[in-house]
């Protein structure tokens, strides 16, 4: 009972919380913040478009967000995952909240699909819930919370990561649509190589390979666009570019 009352005043301090916000990093902290009280140390909000050739910039287009490791988002893309992923397939059909175990467990789901919570597992993403965000005209986003471990999650904490979810998602739809598109920066036009063969699912010793430079010049430059583009994350960086019309696949 105790640690019911703990979590629900938790619940009421990030909801107060992020009424003040009026930016969307600084929602996603107190979401992260939030989610530590769960044990979940990785979370992954965005929409899960299947082409990243139809990616424009959208006035109302969901925010990406993440603090997966780097090494598991350049696997992740490097290998095409993201057209395979059966926690977006499973988003697709179901309108609440999910354990990674639903998923890996049903008879639906496929060897290859199996080989990416396998995968993710490797990089430290063992278990997770995802919670599908549906909105109008078909359009929808999905926010994940995973965690180091195999253990199985009660349904008390399943319902506050996703009451915390919707809360999270609506406030950056508010967001959304309250601001312009964002101006795009300018890059040099080594940085814009540099990020688009990082869109392409490229390391950065695959990078230099390709541009003839060293993996330290391609990493600077990598740093240089992360930190023109205000992101944390080489992945974010890359889906921003195109999102921004810096560069197009």
Request: net charge neutral; glycine share 6%.
């Amino acid at each position: 009972m105790a640690a019911e009352q703990a979590f629900a005043v938790q619940f009421g301090r990030f909801l107060d919380q992020a009424n003040g916000v009026t930016q969307s990093e600084r929602l996603f902290h107190l979401l992260s913040a939030f989610a530590l009280n769960f044990d979940f140390p990785w979370i992954a909000y965005g929409s899960p478009t299947l082409d990243r050739k139809d990616w424009r910039p959208v006035r109302r287009r969901p925010v990406v967000m993440l603090n997966y490791p780097d090494e598991w988002q350049e696997r992740y893309f490097e290998m095409g995952y993201d057209k395979i992923d059966p926690i977006v397939k499973m988003c697709r059909k179901r309108a609440g909240a999910f354990r990674w175990s639903e998923v890996y467990n049903a008879a639906s789901t496929t060897e290859d699909e199996r080989r990416i919570f396998d995968e993710a597992a490797m990089f430290g993403l063992k278990s997770g819930i995802s919670v599908p965000l549906h909105g109008p005209d078909g359009c929808f986003a999905t926010l994940s919370f995973a965690q180091g471990d195999e253990s199985e999650f009660k349904n008390r904490t399943i319902t506050y990561l996703e009451l915390a979810a919707l809360h999270f998602h609506m406030k950056v739809a508010e967001f959304a649509n309250s601001s312009a598109i964002e101006e795009a920066p300018s890059l040099s036009p080594r940085e814009k190589e540099c990020i688009l063969w990082v869109a392409r699912g490229k390391s950065s010793w695959e990078i230099g390979k390709i541009l003839g430079i060293s993996v330290d010049t391609v990493n600077f430059h990598m740093k240089n666009v992360m930190r023109k583009l205000a992101v944390a994350s080489r992945t974010v960086a890359a889906i921003k570019a195109v999102d921004l019309g810096i560069i197009e696949l």
